[in-house]
């Protein structure tokens, strides 16, 4: 048998497809070890900085000096929400998102739960979902589990998304527009408002994944529907906690009444272990600090642009405009060696390969942390031109 997926793994091997997990250590800021080397950690959804920030940690920590605190940091919660991990702890970090949002909130264990379990429990062989060609992996396995049809629009591509509703949405009863609102791979950024339009034109429900914007922009860091004030007109928005707010978790903003749907219906809700209390109560302690968070927001802009520039002057192919920057080298061999001369260099860039990106568009993906700074960016370019 294991013949099998040995074959496959030569495979994978032979194509620059077959991945191994690097052993970091000596984690120092935005920089890592890896087999004694320093680098600089561009391979990360830390965008800002707080999963380093060793003074928020130690202020955090301290609380559990208190005895009448310790089973509040418990770490497990040793039951599913619907039995006995509903705390008022997970209460309240539910009421504070939905207070933000102005709108009721559900709480995740990770944005793949919330992306595999939501269309698949709210859709049925009489749904539609229209989504984007470069939609997430997790969002991407969730259409694989319902019973929907699935339509993919090319990317960012509104009149091709308007072309499908047009011709299909007579036959249907109900219709999903799915879309991420920043590009994980791509780093661009939806068009919020033509989809809005789309939806409202054709009766849908909009699903947008906020998972690489939450904590990075708006006014109070709740993501691009707050930049573009569409909050009120998005059905389901997905939040995570596990990329700039430094945890794990996520969290769909909704209404009532798909919340109480999804609670009786929601397979990757209903059938998994809750998290742990120490993780709800981190998760309260950095949302309430992301309103406050300007000043990092700022830095991010500032550096995403400085580099993204550079880079463009040195004639190589990027694109987006968000903290994500993209250098597109075409095959895979081309990112492996490109992820090698960044390490040796001082930068660890990973290779991002099919079929997490479409074939023949390899890259390395450069993720910006609010705690880099402009000379620690500068010899990029240099490096990523370098014979």
């Known amino acids: 048998m294991n013949d099998i997926y040995n074959k496959q793994l030569q495979t994978w091997k032979e194509t620059g497809q077959l991945r191994q997990l690097r052993q970091l250590s000596n984690r120092t800021g935005q920089y890592v070890t890896q087999n004694g080397k320093q680098l600089l950690n561009l391979s990360s959804n830390d965008y800002l900085g707080l999963a380093t920030d060793t003074t928020l940690l130690k202020k955090f920590y301290a609380a559990q000096t208190d005895e009448n605190l310790i089973e509040s940091y418990s ?30 909130a559900l709480l995740f264990n990770s944005g ?39 339509i993919r629009y090319r990317h960012l591509d509104y009149e091709h998304c308007q072309q499908i509703l047009e011709k299909e949405h007579h036959n249907y009863n109900n219709i999903f527009i799915v879309s991420e609102s920043i590009f994980s791979m791509d780093g661009d950024i939806a068009n919020l408002h033509q989809l809005i339009n789309l939806k409202n034109r054709y009766n849908a429900m909009l699903y947008i994944d906020e ?13 691009i529907c707050e930049e573009e004030n569409c909050i009120d007109e998005t059905d389901i928005i997905i939040g995570t906690f596990g990329k700039a707010l430094a945890s794990i978790g996520a969290y769909a903003v909704i209404s009532p009444t798909i919340k109480q749907y999804l609670i009786n219906s929601m397979r990757s809700f209903i059938f998994t272990t809750a998290l742990p209390p120490v993780i709800i109560n981190w ?27 550079k880079i463009t002057e040195c004639g190589l192919k990027t694109c987006g405009n968000s903290q994500i920057i993209p250098i597109i080298v075409g095959s895979n061999e081309n990112a492996i060696a490109l992820g090698e ?39 990029i370019p240099s490096v990523l031109t370098l014979q």
Do not use: W
């Not at 997430?136 to 699935?150: E, M, N, R």
């Open 211 to 223: 998972a690489h914007a939450v904590g990075v922009r708006g006014k109070t860091g709740l993501g």
């Open 112 to 150: 793949y739960h919330a992306n595999i379990g939501i269309l698949p429990a709210i859709t049925n062989k009489q749904s539609l979902i229209i989504a984007d060609k470069l939609c997430h992996a997790s969002i991407i396995d969730g259409f694989k589990l319902s019973a929907a049809k699935l």
């Open 283 to 309: 998760n309260l302690h950095i949302f309430n600090l992301i309103k406050n968070l300007n000043k990092e927001r700022q830095q991010l802009k500032i550096i995403s642009d400085f580099l993204r520039k």
């Open 75 to 104: 770490l497990g919660s040793a039951s599913s929400r619907l039995m006995t991990a509903t705390t008022t702890q997970t209460n309240n970090l539910e009421q504070l998102i939905a207070e933000s949002y102005i709108k009721d």
């Open 341 to 379: 001369k960044m390490i040796a260099n001082g930068y660890l860039a990973q290779p991002i390969r099919p079929p997490t990106v479409p074939k023949g568009s390899a890259r390395i993906r450069l993720s910006l942390s609010a705690s880099m700074k402009k000379e620690e960016l500068a010899n």
